[in-house]
């Protein structure tokens, strides 16, 4: 079963830093192999829709946000199937809920190319204190 998993939320005050992680795991159990995907982190604060902040996708190509434009930074590792979104000079209004999701998994599976999702991950909070 595909998964991800976000992580490395926290506290900080505003002008600090935090990065999160994504890590994408099961295409091997799930018989997959080969595959490609985008990255997309998201976010929620409470009574708000939520919202795009960051993108990467198959070819590498990244977009943000207007308002995280110049202190975000999303990266990736594909060895470790692990995507980043560094975040500096926080501020307050950037506190919310942050998911990582994938749009659409391309793989290879039993000699097929099958496409699979979106996924998303399960959350971490993201508070930044003026």
């Known amino acids: 079963q595909v998964q991800l998993v976000d992580s490395g939320g926290g506290s900080v005050q505003a002008g600090e830093s935090l990065t999160l992680s994504c890590e994408a795991s099961?295409?091997?159990?799930?018989?997959?192999?080969?595959?490609?995907?985008?990255m997309n982190w998201y976010r929620q604060a409470p009574g708000k829709e939520r919202e795009f902040v960051s993108n990467?996708?198959?070819?590498?190509?990244?977009s943000y946000a207007d308002s995280v434009k110049g202190r975000f930074t999303i990266s990736q590792d594909n060895a470790k199937n692990t995507v980043y979104l560094q975040m500096n000079r926080l501020r307050p209004e950037d506190t919310a809920m942050y998911y990582c999701?994938?749009?659409?998994?391309?793989?290879?599976?039993?000699?097929?190319?099958?496409?699979?999702?979106?996924?998303w991950g399960q959350g971490t909070q993201v508070t930044v204190s003026s």
């Open positions: 999701k994938i749009d659409s998994l391309a793989c290879r599976s039993g000699g097929m190319t099958i496409t699979r999702g979106p996924y």
């Open positions: 099961g295409m091997t159990n799930s018989g997959y192999t080969d595959c490609t995907y985008d």
């Open positions: 990467i996708d198959e070819d590498g190509s990244t």
